[in-house]
Each structure stands twice: as structure tokens, then as C-alpha cells.
């Protein structure tokens, strides 16, 4: 005999209980779109809704973060859309690297982010500085270049090598299966 269905509550708080637990995961999928930490924020909050609110469509058992990631990307998308403005955003190919597809499984995704970290941190403290300034803090290359004391061009120029040395390296740990 198989046990009783959870009341649409008990389902409810099931799907709150989980977004709880992969909220790091989801708001990190969040910022690789939207690399305003407000922002990203207040999108994420906007997912929590829509999964409490749709809390029904999802059935247990099944992944939930492919769910709850497709909801935050067409939570991102809305907000680029209707705020009318220009976001500052990675390159298609390097969300992909930074942050996997919502298709992958928990275990792919934490793997995925531990080599991001350990490649963060071997990248050179100028170069992780101002990764952190464009996509944590959301600053553009002109205000970076003020904050550091350089052109805007070469701003650019050390982001653009900071991100090719984070591809290659989230490359090479994953394809020697290394993680931190």
C-alpha cells in the first residue's frame, strides 16, 4: 500500500523546504545572468514566489533544481526585458562554463561550482579583484578603472584574461574530474 499524497500544504512546504536548501545554487544561477547582486536578489525573492505559488506543478522525486532554475531564467529574462536598460552580462559561452545547465544533476552542479572557487583562487589577487568588482559588484569596466587607477582599456584587457584563465581552467578540473 502505498503511503497517502502530501496534503497541497504539506506539498507547499516541500517545495519551500528545497528552495531553502538550493538557495546558494539558485542565486548563483541568478548572477551569471544578472551580475547585479541586488538585482539578483530581488529576482531570486521573485522565484521563491512563483515556486510557492506553483508549488503544485512540481512533482517530488523529480529534480528540483532543474525546475527552480528554469523558473529563475525566465525570471532574469522578464527583468532584463522590462527595466528597458543594458545589463552588463557574460559572454553566452562563459555562463555556460560558469554555470551549468538547469539539466544537470545536484552532484554536476556542486562539482561545477567547487572548480569555480579553486579557479577563482588561483587566479592572481588583481585579476580576482576585478573579476569580483565586474560580476559580484556589478561595476562596469569605467568605474573598475577609476577604483584601480587604470585605462578602461586595460581593464578590459585584464577581464578578458582573467575569463579566458578562468575557462581554461574550469576546463582542465573537469576534465581531470578535479573539483577543489
Request: glycine share 2%; net charge positive; charged share 20%.
Amino acid at each position: 500500500m502505498s503511503s497517502p499524497s502530501p496534503s497541497p500544504e504539506e506539498h507547499t512546504l516541500q517545495v519551500q523546504t528545497l528552495y531553502v536548501r538550493h538557495h546558494p545554487a539558485i542565486l548563483a544561477y541568478v548572477l551569471a545572468m544578472e551580475p547585479g547582486f541586488a538585482d539578483a536578489q530581488d529576482i531570486v525573492q521573485e522565484v521563491f514566489l512563483t515556486l510557492t505559488r506553483k508549488a503544485h506543478a512540481w512533482t517530488p522525486g523529480t529534480h528540483f533544481m532543474a525546475w527552480a532554475c528554469t523558473v529563475a531564467r525566465y525570471h532574469t529574462l522578464h527583468f532584463q526585458r522590462t527595466r528597458s536598460r543594458r545589463v552588463a552580462r557574460l559572454d553566452d559561452d562563459v555562463v555556460e562554463l560558469l554555470h551549468p545547465a538547469p539539466s544537470l544533476d545536484e552532484a554536476a552542479f556542486q562539482r561545477r561550482l567547487m572548480a569555480l572557487q579553486a579557479c577563482m583562487a588561483k587566479l592572481a589577487p588583481r585579476s580576482h579583484q576585478l573579476v569580483m568588482l565586474r560580476y559580484h559588484h556589478g561595476q562596469m569596466p569605467e568605474k573598475i578603472a577609476e577604483t584601480v587607477g587604470w585605462s578602461v582599456n586595460a581593464v578590459r584587457v585584464a577581464l578578458s584574461r582573467a575569463r579566458q584563465a578562468l575557462r581554461e581552467c574550469l576546463d582542465r578540473r573537469l576534465a581531470l574530474g578535479e573539483t577543489a
